[in-house]
């Protein structure tokens, strides 16, 4: 036979047993005592067993209701945990999320994102897996991050891309160096002419470098001297008069570039979108929201500190 359970009955069974006044368990219910009365009923009718003695002044469990009151209180605390805990979750008050992030993302927005998001939501667990792009596509594919902060690759029909901001590259080279003295804004063809200090191949600033050379008539050949996987570490070598690098505008400000100037490329081959990347099949949890939410406030921040965009050299 089939039962019709209702929790709000059997709650009403428990705050009666515990306060020991239907008075009482009906004002912490919050309903009037007749229809508390009409609850413990309909829970008795629905068992077929009287489970109060009930007098004017007093109530007290029958046998059948102490056998009842030893098997449900338990399973109804699990129950209401249950549900206090996706309330939690729902609400961000705890949680985990793991994203990745493209180093440069990872530099300039992670901390700033992830420190206003700790303040807000302490109980809340982030894990932050810095890759490169065709790597965090595959970790999304695989359901090891949850989204990542990435530049917009080739489309894919399984993957949803929703953009922060526009970013570019930047010439960076030492105070006094030629390119200073270059008219205008610079171009790939300029940075060039010297040697070259360049992220490792896989980066997307990699990637992006190598595309443009190749894909631009008469380009001469790139003189790669340095190659190497940290962003600092470049800045490092520049400063050390041991050639020119490009690297991404947004990380610039997070860099220590003392010494060294910084000019954008003007090259549409030089830019770039950074955005959320994450199935088009899976929501994001409340907490990658939040998280979400905190990023675009951090990259609306540091678009504030970064060099301007410079004009789009004409196509051909």
């Known amino acids: ?43 008795e009718e629905v068992l077929g067993l009287r489970l109060f003695e009930r007098t004017t002044r007093s109530i007290s469990l029958t046998s059948a209701g102490q056998d009842f009151y030893a098997r449900v209180q338990r399973p109804i605390a699990d129950l209401e945990e249950a549900y206090r805990s996706l309330a939690d979750l729902a609400a961000v ?54 989204f990542a902060v990435a530049a917009l690759a080739e489309p894919a029909p399984d993957l949803t891309f929703t953009p922060l901001g526009e970013d570019c590259f930047c010439a960076v080279y030492p105070a006094g160096h030629p390119l200073g003295d270059e008219a205008g804004t610079l171009h790939w063809r300029d940075v060039l002419r010297y040697d070259l200090i360049l992220l490792s191949q896989g980066s997307n600033a990699r990637q992006q470098f190598d595309r443009a050379v190749r894909d631009e008539v008469g380009a ?56 959320l990347l994450h199935r088009r099949d899976r929501s994001l949890s409340p907490a990658a929201q939040a998280l979400v939410e905190q990023l675009e406030i951090a990259m609306a921040d540091i678009q504030t500190r970064l060099l301007p965009l410079p004009p789009l050299a004409p196509a051909g």
């Open 220 to 275: 001469p050949a790139t003189a790669l001297r340095y190659d190497v996987t940290n962003m600092g570490t470049a800045a490092g070598m520049v400063r050390q008069g041991l050639g020119v690098s490009v690297l991404p505008r947004l990380a610039l400000p997070e860099l220590n570039l003392s010494g060294l100037r910084c000019t954008p490329l003007g090259d549409a081959s030089a830019r770039r979108y950074i955005g």
């Open 1 to 43: 036979m089939a039962i019709n359970i209702k929790y709000r009955p059997l709650k009403a069974f428990l705050l009666a047993v515990d306060t020991g006044s239907f008075t009482h368990a009906a004002n912490q219910l919050g309903v009037t005592q007749p229809s508390f009365t009409a609850l413990i009923q309909d829970l």
């Open 93 to 146: 008050r705890r949680g985990n999320v793991a994203l990745g992030a493209l180093p440069s993302a990872a530099l300039s927005l992670l901390p700033a994102a992830t420190g206003t998001l700790r303040l807000a939501h302490p109980a809340l667990k982030v894990r932050v897996v810095e890759a490169h792009n065709d790597e965090l596509v595959a970790l999304l594919r695989t359901n090891q991050i949850e």
